[in-house]
């Protein structure tokens, strides 16, 4: 059997391969090697890796690599000592393949390990535009990887542009779309949009059979020490429309301090009397939210995938996901009140969009895993021109 070691280091990381994971699980040709790391281990990110374990996957190995401070030079210390711990890892595994997702720090890490130890690296989501330094990273990692699953054919086209070999690159769709569909098809929303929902996290409680907001909204790498005064523009808007509103907390980047302190300063000054925040929401929980919300708020890039694929109305705020191709259901908003206000009550006014599959179908994990198991990798890459 070929041994395919995926590591997972964040939530987001989680949603965005969780179905290629129960495809590789079921394959019979596969063998899923899981290594769980950073941000997913810890507690003040929602111990991600209890909602893996509660889903069936046995975790191989667990990476402590997550230097607190959130700040960039933790990030590229956390960067190092990523780099430090998972060649131990992956020499104990010995894995067939590496897949990796995406375009964070732990990813960074990962692809370099793979590469220096002359094990074939997969890549899913790349070639895709946005802001921040996921942009940079994300490039990195394709001219390192011998596989490519990109979710757009705009991406798949820069992904031919860097150099790499057409016959590399395969358009599979985004993984995480496998779960939005799957969440949708059995969706049990008496189960979830009730009052047990807010057993977890802090603040108000409220019916979620009437209109609520929910934000999500991460630091941008890029624009380090603003995120504070960044997120108390997006309070204040959301606080003036007087919906009710769930948050949820920052993800691990450099300046995640920054917007958890703005919140914290928020609660202390009593100004949620209307929200309710939480470290972290399981899948099913987050797709049903999103599908049933008045508009999504905030810089995640869900709001771009997922909610083209729900038709979920979207706030997209500031630079992180600048560039990145979207469907007509996101209105882009600047760092500020007025302008974040205005973008929600155009929105809400709308109401849902017509769901567009840009990023896939919804049955990529399944093609992802026929294509590890077929594919005859040569180690030693070229640029095509």
Excluded at 52 to 77: C, H, N
Excluded at 349 to 378: E, F, M, V, W
Aim: contains cysteine; charged residues 25%.
């Amino acid at each position: 059997m070929k041994k395919i070691a995926v590591v997972v280091g964040s939530r987001a990381n989680y949603s965005s391969i969780k179905s290629v994971l129960l495809a590789i699980q079921k394959h019979t040709e596969l063998k899923l090697q899981l290594v769980v790391c950073a941000s997913a281990l810890l507690d003040r990110y929602g111990s991600v890796v209890n909602l893996i374990e509660q889903d069936g996957f046995d975790p191989v190995a667990r990476v402590y690599m997550l230097i607190e401070g959130e700040s960039p030079v933790t990030m590229a210390k956390s960067t190092g000592l990523g780099l430090l711990e998972l060649p131990t890892v992956f020499e104990r595994l010995d894995p067939d393949m590496i897949l990796t997702v995406g375009d964070r720090f732990e990813t960074m890490a990962t692809t370099l390990a793979a590469a220096y130890m002359n094990i074939p690296i997969a890549h899913t989501m790349g070639g895709e535009i946005s802001g921040t330094i996921d942009e940079s990273i994300r490039h990195a990692v394709t001219k390192f990887s011998h596989l490519h699953f990109p979710a757009s054919n705009g991406a798949k086209e820069r992904i031919i542009r860097l150099g790499e070999c057409p016959e590399s690159i395969h358009l599979v769709g985004c993984p995480r779309m496998d779960l939005v569909k799957e969440i949708v098809m059995h969706e049990k929303p008496d189960e979830i949009l009730n009052d047990g929902l807010f057993s977890t996290g802090v603040g108000a409680r409220f019916d979620l059979s009437q209109p609520f907001l929910l934000v999500s909204q991460h630091p941008v790498t890029t624009e380090y020490g603003q995120g504070e005064k960044q997120i108390t523009e997006t309070l204040q808007a959301v606080y003036d429309t007087e919906l009710p509103v769930i948050f949820l907390w920052p993800n691990a980047d450099a300046g995640s301090d920054d917007i958890a302190r703005g919140m914290r300063k928020w609660r202390e000054r009593r100004m949620d009397k209307n929200m309710h925040f939480f470290k972290n929401l399981s899948i099913d929980v987050y797709v049903t939210l999103m599908k049933h919300t008045a508009c999504l708020v905030g810089n995640s890039s869900s709001g771009i995938r997922e909610g083209a694929f729900l038709g979920t109305p979207v706030v997209n705020i500031g630079t992180r996901q600048q560039g990145r191709e979207r469907g007509d259901n996101v209105i882009d908003a600047l760092y500020k009140k007025k302008s974040i206000h205005k973008a929600i009550a155009s929105q809400i006014l709308h109401g849902r969009y017509k769901p567009d599959t840009l990023y896939g179908d919804g049955n990529t994990g399944t093609r992802i895993a026929q294509i590890l198991s077929d594919a005859k990798i040569i180690i030693q890459k070229q640029i095509t021109y």
